[in-house]
């Protein structure tokens, strides 16, 4: 029931605890299988640009924080808080690409898969999430490692210009020159950023003329030895070619045997002006010395974003049960990976794995300047438990927090996009440089200074 006097001028959907619907409302706003143990006392859903001011100004005047939601994509379902209000911005998915500027601008909503189309028709690219469904809001405002990013930095860093709406209710334009401190933290500040973002404005890049993709699967004994070899070719690559390393089940179509072993597959995807190119960007991987051992291989061939969404569709389908967590390392891959291979034997479910992509974020540094995202290490690592249904929660949660206790040694810090927050109370000052947590911290206590905008999600 809407009462006029206290949600004022918003438009959209409000839904306090307690109501019919609630709780279907409520575990909507997270994708992942496994829902918070948390519950806002009010969820917003926008339904406009406008109604994100008018709901910052109903918080206010409730004396409720405010967690704000995209797509729900969070692994660790971090815009869900109790005593506090969820705002969603699920509804505002518009976006409008001028091709002859060579800019889009956005709402949070959009999704990767949703914008990669509506460019790949104007002969544009952007590097976008390597998960379709997630949505554009979450992912750059925690700096983005998606497709390409190897070449074009990431994504934040191809933003331009952000609208967003601040703990007074006010909308800002934040760009270099204009309210330029938040628009630093916009980029890269992730799920601790204080205000309300409503629009993205993107710097857009030449579509690649072709795509094309090369894999090798080999048994998970030999991670090592893959590592080292992985490690060498990827000094030869270009920055157009994205190489990445994962620890899984074999796929079906890798092998008849029966159980499906545990495998370390190699997979490099190459982004060139046609397909001559890039076929000749994967050349290197052609002269692995020990193929005939592979349990799969697939030569070099041409594929779109579409198929590569419809891969990653197939890693993450909904309604499963996901926890991860992510780290940065100076380490070697195969000192690193051998750690995760061991964990990997032990996991409780088939459908876990590691991700360890090789410079995902770019190796140049001028990439990276200038914003509060920051690459904490040369080498990547993302454990992520997949399971079932409730009864595998604590024995796949305990799993990936073994596996990364087996690999913190090795740690320099983590992303904070895709850590578990959840697991410890230093993850979010270890996701970033200590001169840009101080900075952080320090335009948080202006921009918010009654705390209105939560702060990271702390166990």
């Known amino acids: 029931m809407r009462d006029q006097r206290q949600t004022g001028a ?120 390597h998960c379709g469904t997630v949505a554009v809001g979450g992912y750059l405002l925690g700096g983005g490692l998606g497709w390409n990013s190897g070449a074009l930095g ?70 090592e030895a893959v590592c080292q070899w992985a490690t060498e070719i990827s000094h030869e690559l270009e920055p157009t070619v994205e190489l990445a390393l994962t620890l899984a089940t074999a796929a079906p179509f890798m092998t008849d045997a029966t159980p499906r072993p545990k495998v370390v597959t190699v997979a490099a995807t190459a982004f060139a002006a046609d397909l ?14 020990f ?54 034997r032990e996991a409780p479910s088939d459908r876990s794995l590691v991700l360890a992509p090789f410079a995902p974020a770019s190796h140049d540094g001028d990439l990276l300047r200038d914003m509060a995202f920051s690459v904490l290490g040369e080498t990547y690592a993302v454990p992520c438990a997949v399971w079932d249904d409730t009864s595998g929660d604590e024995a796949n949660i305990r799993w990936l927090r073994d596996a990364m206790a087996s690999v913190e040694p090795l740690g320099t810090g983590h992303y904070i996009a895709e850590a578990d927050l959840t697991a410890d109370p230093a993850r979010p000052e270890r996701s970033f440089r200590a001169n840009d947590w101080e900075r952080l911290q320090s335009l948080r206590a202006r921009h918010d200074p009654d705390g209105l905008f939560h702060g990271y999600l702390a166990p």
């Open 276 to 289: 001559e190119h890039a076929a000749d960007a994967l050349r290197p991987l052609g002269h692995c010395p």
């Open 154 to 223: 990431p994504a934040c860093r191809s933003v331009e210009e952000i609208e967003a709406v601040t703990a007074d209710g006010e909308t800002v334009r934040c760009n270099e020159r204009e309210n330029a401190d938040l628009f630093w933290a916009a980029r890269g500040a992730g799920p601790g950023f204080f205000a309300a973002v409503t629009g993205f404005r993107l710097r857009l890049h030449p579509a690649p003329g072709a795509i094309a993709t090369t894999t090798y699967a080999f048994p998970l004994a030999d991670v």
């Open 10 to 129: 918003v438009e959209g959907t409000i839904v306090r605890r307690g109501d019919d619907g609630y709780e279907a409302l409520r575990t909507a706003m997270v994708w992942n299988g496994r829902k918070p143990d948390r519950f806002p006392e009010l969820i917003v859903r926008a339904a406009s640009e406008r109604d994100v001011s008018a709901a910052v100004r109903l918080a206010r005047s409730l004396g409720l924080r405010i967690a704000v939601r995209s797509a729900g994509h969070s692994w660790c379902g971090s815009p869900v808080r109790s005593d506090s209000m969820l705002l969603d911005l699920s509804a505002l998915r518009r976006h409008a690409i001028d091709p002859g500027a060579a800019t889009a601008h956005v709402q949070p909503a959009v999704t990767g898969r949703a914008l990669a189309q509506a460019l790949a028709e104007a002969g544009l690219a952007f590097p976008v999430a």
């Open 291 to 344: 193929a005939d051992g592979a349990v799969h291989h697939r030569e070099p061939r041409e594929t779109s974003f579409a198929d590569l969404y419809e891969t990653a569709d197939g890693l993450w389908p909904p309604r499963l049960r996901y926890a991860a967590d992510t780290l940065w390392s100076d380490a070697e891959p195969a000192a690193l990976l051998s750690r995760l291979g061991d964990a990997m």
